[in-house]
């Protein structure tokens, strides 16, 4: 068998069939009940999450166009935030601490495949964004990255590694760029 024979060879789904159907189910209900919700509907959206098991804090804010993959998967602290248009792709869990903010476009990735096999198995890891910590727009956050509390990720940033707390990361691959110093 050749080389491309084997790497074109892939089994179906890793996930298990009541992970498709939740996953179903939630996709209707995303298109239907969340996505045409009103933008000022914050309380609607926080409701909908939590149906599907996210555990979602006091005044958060979920965007009607962010797409979260499995609700389930997804934990936001008190006052976080996924901003317009945001994928979050919670094959593994994510969380927001409080007032951790995800800005617009920005996509947090918790699974990746594993390329040095041949039949590319899913592999995932968590991604925690601190409290206070603030990802800007067009972020990617990739599998297993921790953003420390009070860390900023720079516009358009790739973030593959974890971000130390207070600093401030840009660049891709993403880099510290500077300490981040609060004014009085």
């Given at each position: 068998m050749s080389r491309f024979a084997k790497?074109?060879?892939?089994?179906?789904?890793?996930?298990?069939?009541?992970?498709?159907?939740?996953?179903?189910?939630?996709?209707?209900?995303?298109?239907?009940?969340?996505?045409?919700?009103?933008?000022?509907?914050h309380a609607w959206r926080r409701a909908l999450l939590r149906l599907f098991g996210a555990r979602i804090g006091k005044g958060v804010y979920v965007y009607p166009s962010s797409k979260i993959w499995a609700p389930w998967n997804l934990e936001m602290e008190?006052?976080?935030?996924?901003?317009?248009?945001?994928?979050?792709?919670c094959v593994d869990k994510i969380h927001l601490g409080a007032h951790a903010t995800v800005s617009q476009y920005s996509y947090l990735c918790?699974?990746?495949?594993?390329?040095?096999?041949?039949?590319?198995?899913?592999?995932t890891a968590p991604i925690s964004v601190g409290a206070g910590a603030w990802v800007t727009a067009d972020a990617f956050v990739g599998p297993g990255v921790v953003i420390g509390e009070g860390a900023i990720v720079g516009v358009r940033s790739t973030v593959l590694?974890?971000?130390?707390?207070?600093?401030?990361v840009a660049g891709t691959p993403a880099r510290k760029i500077k300490d981040r110093v609060m004014q009085e």
């Open positions: 790497l074109s060879h892939r089994s179906g789904s890793p996930h298990p069939l009541g992970n498709r159907v939740l996953r179903a189910l939630w996709g209707w209900a995303w298109l239907l009940l969340f996505r045409p919700s009103p933008r000022t509907f008190d006052h976080s935030c996924l901003g317009d248009h945001v994928d979050c792709y918790s699974a990746s495949h594993d390329y040095t096999r041949a039949d590319l198995p899913l592999v590694k974890d971000v130390e707390p207070w600093t401030v």
